[in-house]
């Protein structure tokens, strides 16, 4: 720091008597919010399928109606947690117009069920049938 009555410049202990310290760093400004930016979301819910609620109330099949395409593959991994999938329930992957079906646990599907499966979906091009134990020859 520059001397104030003449040439030359003053210590650190004189200059910090003077009441500027010149080795003190400037304060950072503080950064406003704009308007825009509080707004944004920072966290958001993703919507999920009600697996819970589904599989407690799948024996009341005739309730949930038509299934989407988008939510058949959703029903079956929820039916799979807890081996739901049973042929009084099955009929909810019934549907001509299935291209590809995956069934995640077939344990409790017996051969008679898994006929009825391939009959009543024709148009399948892809079925993919995971711990299926009581497939038959005939099947």
Same mark, same amino acid.
Do not use: W
């Given at each position: 720091?520059? $001397?104030?009555?003449?040439?030359?410049?003053?210590?650190?202990?004189?200059?910090?008597?003077?009441?500027? &310290?010149?080795? #003190? #760093?400037? $304060?950072?400004?503080?950064?406003?919010?704009?308007?825009?930016? #509080?707004?944004?979301?920072?966290?958001?819910?993703?919507?999920?399928?009600?697996?819970?609620?589904?599989?407690?109330?799948? &024996? &009341?099949?005739?309730?949930?109606?038509?299934?989407?395409?988008?939510?058949? &593959? $959703?029903?079956?991994? =929820? @039916?799979?947690?807890?081996?739901?999938?049973?042929?009084?329930? $099955?009929?909810?992957?019934?549907?001509?117009?299935?291209?590809?079906?995956?069934?995640?646990? =077939?344990?409790?599907?017996?051969?008679?069920?898994?006929?009825?499966?391939?009959?009543?979906?024709?148009?399948?091009?892809?079925?993919? @049938?995971?711990?299926?134990?009581?497939?038959?020859?005939?099947?």
């Amino acid at each position: 720091m520059a $001397a104030v009555p003449g040439p030359g410049y003053l210590c650190h202990k004189c200059a910090k008597e003077s009441g500027s &310290d010149p080795f #003190k #760093k400037p $304060a950072a400004p503080k950064r406003k919010k704009v308007p825009a930016e #509080k707004r944004t979301v920072v966290n958001f819910e993703e919507r999920r399928f009600p697996s819970l609620l589904i599989t407690r109330h799948i &024996d &009341d099949v005739e309730s949930l109606g038509d299934i989407g395409t988008t939510n058949m &593959d $959703a029903l079956s991994k =929820a @039916l799979s947690k807890n081996r739901g999938l049973t042929p009084q329930n $099955a009929h909810l992957f019934y549907n001509v117009a299935n291209t590809s079906l995956t069934l995640y646990d =077939a344990t409790n599907l017996p051969p008679p069920a898994l006929e009825t499966l391939v009959h009543l979906n024709p148009n399948l091009t892809s079925l993919r @049938l995971d711990f299926c134990g009581h497939m038959e020859e005939k099947v």
